[in-house]
C-alpha cells in the first residue's frame, strides 16, 4: 500500500529530472555471487534506457514416462513451480503421460525469499486432492546467467524425485532454470510473479505485446451517372440520388436535380477502408418518391480488391456496373431473366496510395507517410524510449475495501503501438522496458498515456465506470524536433488528467528517450518540405471532409487493435488519438483566445515601445532612435540587413534562456485551473445531452452571451472593412471626392519629392515632442469614422 507523501502535492505539474540507473550492468560473478557464467562487469546497449531488472526464468518443456493412478489408469498432469511464497501453474492435460507446454515462468529477483527453487509435477484430481508425482530442486546459488545475444539456455531432461527427496520416482521432465532479464526473449510471453493473482483470461490482459495500426486507405468513389433508371410509378419519371455503404459508413450524393432516367451527377464520394478488406461498397439508387419516402430503384455490391490503387494524380479509368432490381432478388431469381436491360451505374472508383489517412490530429501527428509504401522514404532516424516507472498513482478501484491499481502503458508513434506488462496492485510499478522506432520526420509527436486494467476481476467498479473500461491515469506528449540529437533524457512527467471536479494529477510517470539522427542533411531538407504528402495539396478534402474521415479512421483502428490478442482496449486507443478534442469546450475556447492574446503580446509591446519612444517617455531613447531612423533614411540599403541583424543577435542571446526541458501538458495554457465547475459539468456532458432543461437553458443563455460578444467584434471587422470599400465606391459622393482629390495631390507631391525627404518627415512628425499634440484625433482619423458602412442596411 502506498500512500502520496507531503514532499509530492497533487498541485505539482512540473516535469522533475531524474538520475535512474540506466544500462545493463551485470554484477560480479552472476547475480547472487555463485556459480555465474559473468565473471566481470558487463555492460551493452541492448536495454540502455532502462533500469536493469533481473528475473529468474523457468521454462517448462515437457515431461515424459509420467505414472498412471493406480485407480483411474490415467494421468491429468500439470506442473506447478514453486519459488518462497509465489506459484505458478501450467495448464493440465488429460490422460496424457507424455504432456508438452513449453511455458515460461519468470519471478522477479527483488522479491526472491528462498535459496531453492522447486517444480512440482501433479496428477489433477477432481474430487480428491491432487496426486504427488514427484518434483525437481533447484540451488539458487547454482543458477546460471545467461546475457543476450547469447543463445537460448538448452533444456535438459530431470528425473522426478519424491517428496523427501531420498529417491527417484518415474517420469521425467525437461527444463531450462536461468538467471536473466527484461531482455531476454522470453520476458514478453512469460508468466510474472508480480500477476500471481491473476488468473483466467485475466492472464493474457497482462503481458507486454507490441500492436501495428491496420494499413488504412482512402477509398474515393466518383459517382458520374446511371442509365435506364425506371420508378414503379411507370406514369412518372424518377429524381434519384445514390447511396453507399461501407461498413457503417454511409455517405450519400445530392439528389438529381432533374426528373430523369438517365441521371448526372459526377460527385466524389470519400471512404475509409483497411487491409485485409473485409467489406464491401454496396451502392443503392434511390428515387425520391415524396419528402418522407424514399424507393429503392436499384443494387450492387463491390468487394474492395477489384478497385485500382493509385499512387499519383494520374486519372482512373472509370466502368459501368449492372444494378440489381429491387424485387428480383433470390425470391424471384428465375424473372431476373427475363430481363432484357437494367440499370447500369456509371463509377470511377480507386483505393488513394498517395495520401496520409489521418486517424490523429494534425498538431501532434505521428507519422506523415502516404499509405502506399512504394512512396516511402528512407528514416532520418531512431527513436528509443525507455519506459521505466510510474509514482504516486491513486488507487483507481478497490478490492475487499482497500484501494488498488493495476497499472500498464501503452505509447503510440507512427503505425507502432506498444503496451508494456500490467504491473498487480502497485501504486510505483516498475516497467523498464524499451521500445525503438524508425524517424521519418522529425516534425512528429510520441504519445504515451498510463491505464488502470480493468479486466483482471475481483474488484468492485468505480463510480462512474462502464462495465470492463479501463481507466485514464495520464497522457504524456514529446515532440521530437524540440529534442537535441543522440542525447538522452530522463524526466518524470505529471501524469494530469482533467475531470468533472477540476484538473487532478493522478501521479508521475518516468521515461527516458533519446532521438539519433541517421542523416542530418535529409533532417534539414524536410523542414523545407510540405508536412502531409502532396496529395493532400494536389486534390486537398475539405475541412468537413477531414473530421468525418479522420472519426472513421480512428473507429477502424480502435476495431482492429481491439481485436489483438490481448487487445488494445478502444477506451485506451480513443484517449491516445484525442476522440472528443473537437467537442465544444468552454474552457478550451477560453484557452485558444488568450494563446492569441500571447502570439500578439510581442506586436503589443512593441507598439506600446513606439509609443513611448514618441511621447518622449525616455527622451535619450527618442534621440538615439531618431539618430538610427535618419541613418536608415540615408542609408537606405541597411534597412533590410539591419532588420535581420537584429533578429540572429535576438536568436544568440535567447539561446542562453532556451527550455532544458521538453515541452509538457500546460495547466495554466490549458486554463483547467482557473476553470468554473459548471463549465468542466459541460466539457464532460454527452453528445446529445443528459441533462436537465432547465441547465441546458442556462448554458444556452451563458453560451448566447459569449456568441453576442463574439458577433459584435466580427460585425466591427466587419464595418472597418466596408468603410475601405467605401472610399472609392461613391456610396458617400462628397467622401469620395475628398479622397480622390486628396490621392491626386499626394501624388503630384510623392512625383515632385525625393522619396529620402518625403520619409525622413513623416517619420520625424510621428515622433514629434509631445508640446506640438494634440489629445484630439487626427484628421484621416477622423474622415475614416465619418465613412459610411452597410451596418445600417441590416436588420
Known amino acids: ?265 459526377n460527385e466524389d464520394l470519400i471512404f475509409v477502408v483497411a487491409e485485409p478488406f473485409e467489406e464491401q461498397l454496396v451502392l443503392t439508387v434511390e428515387n425520391k418518391v415524396s419528402p418522407s419516402k424514399d424507393e429503392l430503384v436499384g443494387k450492387v455490391s463491390l468487394p474492395l480488391h477489384i478497385f485500382e490503387k493509385r499512387l499519383d494524380h494520374r486519372p482512373v479509368h472509370s466502368r459501368w456496373f449492372d444494378l440489381e432490381k429491387f424485387g428480383f432478388g433470390v425470391l424471384e431469381g428465375d424473372r431476373r431473366k427475363e430481363l432484357k436491360f437494367s440499370t447500369k451505374i456509371h463509377l470511377r472508383a480507386c483505393l488513394e496510395g498517395g495520401y496520409h489517412v489521418l486517424d490523429e490530429s494534425t498538431m501532434y501527428i505521428s507519422d506523415q507517410r502516404p499509405t502506399a509504401r512504394q512512396l516511402w522514404k528512407k528514416p532520418i532516424g531512431i527513436l528509443e524510449v525507455g519506459i521505466l516507472s510510474a509514482q504516486w498513482l491513486l488507487p483507481m478501484k478497490t478490492k475487499d475495501g482497500r484501494g488498488r491499481t493495476d497499472a500498464y502503458c501503452v505509447a503510440r508513434y507512427g503505425q507502432k503501438w506498444v503496451r508494456t506488462r500490467t504491473v498487480v496492485e502497485s501504486f510505483s510499478p516498475k516497467w523498464n522496458e524499451q521500445y525503438t522506432w524508425e524517424v521519418y520526420d522529425p516534425c512528429t509527436v510520441i504519445t504515451l498515456g498510463v491505464f488502470d486494467n480493468c479486466h483482471l476481476g475481483g474488484y468492485e467498479k468505480p463510480a462512474g465506470n462502464a462495465p470492463g473500461r479501463d481507466l485514464r491515469i495520464g497522457k504524456v506528449r514529446v515532440r521530437l524536433s524540440t529534442l537535441e540529437t543522440d542525447r538522452i533524457y530522463t524526466h518524470s512527467y505529471p501524469l494530469i488528467v482533467l475531470q468533472p471536479n477540476g484538473v487532478k494529477k493522478m501521479g508521475e510517470l518516468q521515461i527516458a528517450f533519446r532521438f539519433t539522427c541517421l542523416s542530418l542533411t535529409h533532417m534539414i531538407y524536410l523542414y523545407g518540405r510540405p508536412l502531409l504528402p502532396k496529395m493532400h495539396y494536389l486534390h486537398p478534402f475539405t475541412v468537413r471532409q477531414l473530421d468525418s474521415l479522420r472519426y472513421q479512421a480512428m473507429n477502424i483502428v480502435g476495431s482492429r487493435l481491439g481485436r489483438a490478442e490481448p487487445p488494445l482496449r478502444k477506451e485506451a486507443v480513443e484517449y491516445m488519438l484525442d476522440v472528443d478534442t473537437h467537442m465544444w469546450s468552454m474552457r478550451r475556447s477560453k484557452a485558444n483566445f488568450f494563446r492569441i492574446i500571447s502570439i500578439f503580446s510581442g506586436i503589443i509591446s512593441m507598439s506600446k515601445w513606439l509609443g513611448d519612444v514618441c511621447q518622449w517617455k525616455n527622451p535619450i531613447t527618442t534621440i538615439l532612435v531618431h539618430v538610427l531612423f535618419c541613418i536608415l533614411i540615408c542609408y537606405p540599403e541597411l534597412i533590410l540587413p539591419t532588420v535581420f541583424l537584429y533578429m540572429f543577435l535576438i536568436g544568440l542571446w535567447n539561446y542562453q534562456f532556451r527550455p532544458r526541458h521538453p515541452p509538457h501538458m500546460d495547466t495554466k495554457l490549458s486554463w483547467a485551473e482557473a476553470v468554473h465547475p459548471d463549465e468542466l459539468d459541460e466539457e464532460f456532458d454527452t453528445f446529445p445531452t443528459s441533462k436537465s432543461q432547465d441547465v441546458v437553458r442556462m448554458r444556452y443563455d451563458r453560451l448566447k452571451s459569449v456568441a453576442g460578444s463574439i458577433q459584435t467584434v466580427v460585425g466591427d471587422m466587419a464595418t472597418q472593412g466596408e468603410r475601405f470599400h467605401a472610399l472609392l465606391s461613391w456610396r458617400d459622393p462628397r467622401a469620395t471626392s475628398i479622397f480622390i482629390v486628396f490621392c491626386l495631390c499626394v501624388a503630384v507631391i510623392l512625383y515632385v519629392t525625393p522619396f529620402k525627404i518625403l520619409t525622413l518627415s513623416t517619420g520625424l512628425y510621428l515622433q514629434r515632442h509631445p508640446r506640438f499634440r494634440s489629445k484630439m484625433p487626427s484628421a484621416p482619423i477622423n474622415f475614416f469614422r465619418r465613412l459610411p458602412a452597410r451596418a445600417d442596411s441590416m436588420l
Open 1 to 265: 500500500m502506498n500512500s502520496r507523501a507531503t514532499s509530492n502535492p497533487q498541485d505539482d505539474f512540473k516535469i522533475k529530472d531524474t538520475k535512474p540507473q540506466l544500462g545493463e550492468q551485470w554484477p560480479h560473478r552472476g547475480v547472487r555471487g555463485g556459480g555465474g557464467w559473468i565473471s566481470s562487469d558487463r555492460v551493452t546497449s541492448t536495454y540502455d534506457l532502462v533500469e536493469q531488472m533481473y528475473f529468474l526464468y523457468v521454462r517448462v518443456v515437457k515431461a515424459r514416462d509420467l505414472p498412471t493412478n493406480h485407480v483411474t489408469g490415467s494421468c491429468d498432469p500439470y506442473v506447478e513451480v514453486k519459488l518462497g511464497n509465489y506459484k505458478g501453474k501450467t495448464q493440465h492435460f488429460e490422460k496424457k503421460t507424455n504432456p508438452e507446454w513449453n511455458q515460461v515462468f519468470a519471478f522477479s529477483k527483488e522479491k526472491i525469499q528462498s535459496s531453492v527453487l522447486e517444480v512440482f509435477v501433479r496428477d489433477r484430481e477432481i474430487v480428491a486432492r491432487d496426486d504427488y508425482l514427484g518434483k525437481v530442486v533447484f540451488d539458487m546459488d547454482e543458477v546460471p546467467t545467461r546475457v543476450p545475444p547469447d543463445s537460448p539456455l538448452a533444456p535438459q531432461w530431470y528425473r522426478l524425485e519424491d517428496s523427501r527427496a531420498e529417491g527417484k520416482v518415474k517420469g521425467e521432465v525437461m527444463l531450462a532454470v536461468w538467471m536473466g532479464t527484461q531482455a531476454d526473449e522470453a520476458f514478453p510471453e512469460a508468466w510474472h510473479s508480480d500477476a500471481a493473482s491473476v488468473h483466467g483470461e485475466g492472464v493474457f490482459s497482462v503481458r507486454s505485446k507490441v500492436y501495428v495500426s491496420p494499413k488504412l486507405w482512402y477509398l474515393r468513389v466518383n459517382v458520374i451517372e446511371a442509365q435506364d433508371v425506371e420508378s414503379q410509378d411507370k406514369s412518372q419519371l424518377p429524381q434519384v440520388f445514390v447511396k453507399a455503404h461501407v461498413g457503417n459508413q454511409i455517405l450519400k450524393t445530392k439528389l438529381c436535380p432533374t426528373q430523369t432516367t438517365n441521371p448526372f451527377w
